[in-house]
């Protein structure tokens, strides 16, 4: 009779744990939305199921005032450098020359310094907070199934 106790209390904890890991998960998602409107949207656009390919002429009024990024959805997981028609600088075409896709442990590292992961890239930025990185993060991994046609 013990042992099913025990069982049981060990079940309903596996099951919890389970629960909170992944409402931390979604958290982690949410939150990331806002700030990727915030730091990143301006220059990368809106991550959306409509944005999958680069398109210029839609954008072009705001290249008049910043370096535009290439678009966003799906890169999780997307061999870095490889949106279709965008204009790469040099320094980001030199360094795909050994090619990675972009992960958790790369895109951290890229965000945390984008002049320390490629020096010379049109993107400056350094996301110095470890959570925000995270979030980021998390909210682009939720699209990563999305890749440009
Ligand atoms: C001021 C404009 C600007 C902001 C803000 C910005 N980026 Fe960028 N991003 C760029 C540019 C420009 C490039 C292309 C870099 C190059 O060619 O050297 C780029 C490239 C990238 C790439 C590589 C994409 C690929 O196709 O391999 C990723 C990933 C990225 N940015 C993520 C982010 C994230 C996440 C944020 C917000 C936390 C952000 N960027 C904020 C301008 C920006």
């Given at each position: 009779m013990l042992r099913f106790w025990t069982l049981l209390v060990r079940t309903l904890?596996?099951?919890?744990?389970?629960?909170?890991?992944f409402a931390a998960w979604a958290d982690?998602?949410?939150?990331?939305?806002?700030?990727?409107?915030?730091?990143c949207s301006k220059c990368h656009g809106n991550i959306s199921e409509d944005a999958l390919s680069w398109r210029p002429e839609a954008l072009f009024?705001?290249?008049?005032?910043?370096?535009l990024g290439p678009p966003l959805?799906?890169?999780?997981?997307?061999?870095?450098?490889?949106?279709?028609?965008y204009p790469y600088s040099n320094a980001f075409?030199?360094?795909?020359?050994?090619?990675?896709?972009?992960?958790e442990d790369s895109l951290d590292g890229w965000l945390l310094?984008?002049?320390?992961?490629i020096r010379g890239s049109t993107m400056f930025l350094k996301v110095e907070d470890?959570?925000?990185?995270?979030?980021?993060?998390?909210?682009?991994k939720k699209y990563a199934q999305y890749k440009p046609e």
């Open positions: 904890a596996a099951g919890a744990l389970a629960t909170v890991a982690d998602a949410e939150e990331g939305r806002d700030h990727y409107v915030l730091l009024h705001q290249a008049v005032t910043m370096p959805t799906g890169v999780y997981g997307r061999e870095a450098g490889t949106m279709p028609n075409k030199a360094a795909i020359e050994n090619p990675w896709a972009w992960d310094s984008t002049q320390d992961f470890d959570a925000i990185r995270a979030q980021v993060i998390a909210y682009l």
